[in-house]
C-alpha cells in the first residue's frame, strides 16, 4: 500500500493484475437484472472502482493493513459503484431500446479516453488536481495521512479531535472526488 501511495506504477500494476478478476466477478454476480448487464459491462465499473481506489489511497484516505482488509474494501466500493449505477438508471427511468444516439455517442467518447488506473497512478495528473482543489488544512491532512500518521497523530500535530480530521478529511474527499467526476457523489 506504501508504494501504491507514492505511485509506484509497478506496484499498481501487481494491485490491478491480483484484484481485478475478483473486482469483475462481483460486478457480474450485483447485476442480476439482465437489463443492468446490457447497460453496464464489468470492466467499466472495475475500472471506476480501482481508479476511485488509486486516487483516495494516494490522497491517504485508506488506513488498509492486510490483503484482508483491502479486498473488503474493494468488494465494498465495487457494490456501492454497481448499486449507484443502478439507482441511476432506475431513477431515470431509461430504456435502452431509447437511448439516444447522443449517448451513445458520449459513451464512446468515454471510454476512448479511459485510461487504466495504473497510468493514472503512474501520471499523478488526477492526484495534482485533487490535490490543487483541497483548501490548506485538507491539503496538510493528506500529506500526513499519505506520510503514514494516524488520525490521532494528526489531531495532535493540527489540533481537535482524531474524529473531527477524519470527518474533515472524508468530507473534502467526497467534495472533491464528485468535482473531479471520479466518484458518485453518493458513495
Same mark, same amino acid.
Given at each position: 500500500?506504501?508504494?501504491?501511495?507514492?505511485?509506484?506504477?509497478?506496484?499498481?500494476?501487481?494491485?490491478?493484475?491480483?484484484?481485478?478478476?475478483?473486482?469483475?466477478?462481483?460486478?457480474?454476480?450485483?447485476?442480476?437484472?439482465?437489463?443492468?448487464?446490457?447497460?453496464?459491462?464489468?470492466?467499466?465499473?472495475?475500472?471506476?472502482?480501482?481508479?476511485?481506489?488509486?486516487? =483516495?489511497? &494516494?490522497?491517504? *484516505?485508506?488506513?488498509?493493513?492486510?490483503? $484482508?482488509?483491502?479486498?473488503?474494501?474493494? %468488494?465494498?466500493? !465495487?457494490?456501492?459503484?454497481?448499486?449507484?449505477?443502478?439507482?441511476?438508471?432506475?431513477?431515470?427511468?431509461?430504456?435502452?431500446?431509447?437511448?439516444?444516439?447522443?449517448?451513445?455517442?458520449?459513451?464512446?467518447?468515454?471510454?476512448?479516453?479511459?485510461?487504466?488506473?495504473?497510468?493514472?497512478?503512474?501520471?499523478?495528473?488526477?492526484?495534482?488536481?485533487?490535490?490543487?482543489?483541497? =483548501?490548506? &488544512?485538507?491539503? *496538510?491532512?493528506?500529506?500526513?495521512?499519505? $506520510?503514514?500518521?494516524?488520525?490521532?497523530? %494528526?489531531?495532535? !500535530?493540527?489540533?481537535?479531535?482524531?474524529?473531527?480530521?477524519?470527518?474533515?478529511?472524508?468530507?473534502?474527499?467526497?467534495?472533491?472526488?464528485?468535482?473531479?467526476?471520479?466518484?458518485?457523489?453518493?458513495?
Amino acid at each position: 500500500m506504501k508504494r501504491v501511495r507514492e505511485g509506484d506504477q509497478h506496484a499498481a500494476e501487481l494491485l490491478v493484475k491480483q484484484y481485478e478478476p475478483l473486482i469483475r466477478r462481483m460486478v457480474r454476480l450485483r447485476l442480476e437484472d439482465q437489463r443492468l448487464s446490457r447497460v453496464f459491462e464489468s470492466m467499466d465499473v472495475c475500472q471506476s472502482v480501482l481508479g476511485s481506489f488509486f486516487v =483516495r489511497a &494516494a490522497m491517504g *484516505q485508506f488506513d488498509v493493513q492486510e490483503p $484482508g482488509q483491502l479486498v473488503n474494501l474493494l %468488494i465494498t466500493m !465495487t457494490r456501492n459503484k454497481v448499486a449507484s449505477a443502478a439507482r441511476r438508471e432506475y431513477q431515470q427511468k431509461r430504456d435502452r431500446r431509447r437511448t439516444s444516439e447522443g449517448d451513445s455517442q458520449q459513451m464512446a467518447r468515454i471510454e476512448s479516453h479511459a485510461e487504466t488506473p495504473s497510468v493514472v497512478v503512474a501520471g499523478k495528473e488526477l492526484v495534482d488536481k485533487a490535490r490543487a482543489l483541497m =483548501r490548506d &488544512a485538507e491539503r *496538510q491532512i493528506s500529506e500526513l495521512r499519505s $506520510g503514514g500518521c494516524s488520525w490521532e497523530e %494528526i489531531a495532535q !500535530t493540527m489540533g481537535g479531535t482524531a474524529q473531527s480530521r477524519r470527518v474533515q478529511f472524508m468530507r473534502a474527499t467526497s467534495r472533491i472526488m464528485a468535482q473531479l467526476g471520479i466518484d458518485d457523489a453518493d458513495e
